[in-house]
């Protein structure tokens, strides 16, 4: 881990992808279902991810036909596959979504939501969560990264939502004389271009 100089950026970023990332699990991490925050950060079992990651037949198909619609486009085999596909055969989305080589299903979240959950688990520890955070490299990360908080998991992510949904964008509020000139100038060049000729170039 690297020490990073904009965390409140990083956090935002973070944010941004919890509002617009393409997958259900996202949004119900972002109102609030830790078990799918926990699914998105890759912190459960490895099984299934491709039904707990794209949990709708909607999400999936928009994987093959966007995402991958090259990939399986090309070859005999695979084309009769994507025809299904296109036209709304969940079954056939999934098989070719199975198909893929392993890790290169597209992650919901990416790499930098897990670091923001990484230095959560450093900054909730003290001067000793790096030390436990690396005692054991054949444990699971989650539970690395609950002896480094010294927490549950469950808790860690908790606290993670919370400095992510706290740095939300700060809307840009407008001063009161902007709506007044915008305005102005509409009505200026509309007047421009109804004294002008509709023949001159």
């Known amino acids: 881990m690297r020490p990073t100089l904009r965390p409140r950026d990083e ?5 941004l992808q919890l509002i617009t990332a393409p997958s259900e699990a996202v949004r119900g991490c972002f109102l609030g279902d830790i078990g799918r ?6 912190l459960n079992d490895s099984s299934g991810l491709l039904e707990r990651w794209y949990a709708t037949p909607a999400e999936r198909e928009a994987l093959v036909t966007g995402s991958f619609s ?11 596959s994507l025809r299904r596909c ?28 897990r ?21 054991d490299s054949a444990a699971g990360m989650a539970a690395r990264l609950s002896s480094a908080a010294g927490m549950e998991i469950d808790s860690l992510v908790i606290h993670w939502r919370n400095d992510v ?9 407008l001063p009161w004389w902007a709506s007044v000139a915008a305005v102005g100038w509409t009505a200026l060049f509309g007047f421009c271009a109804l004294r002008s000729s509709r023949w001159r170039l």
């Open 86 to 113: 296109r036209a709304h055969d969940d079954d056939a989305c999934t098989a070719l979504l199975r198909s893929l080589p392993p890790g290169t299903l597209p992650r919901p979240l990416t790499h930098v939501a």
């Open 37 to 42: 925050c926990n699914d998105v950060l890759q």
């Open 11 to 15: 956090r935002t970023a973070v944010f």
């Open 165 to 173: 949904l706290a740095a939300r964008p700060t809307p840009l509020t």
């Open 115 to 135: 670091s923001v959950l990484v230095r959560e688990a450093l900054r909730s520890g003290g001067r000793d969560a790096y030390r436990r955070l690396v005692a």
């Open 70 to 80: 090259f990939y399986f486009d090309r070859g005999v085999t695979a084309a009769p």
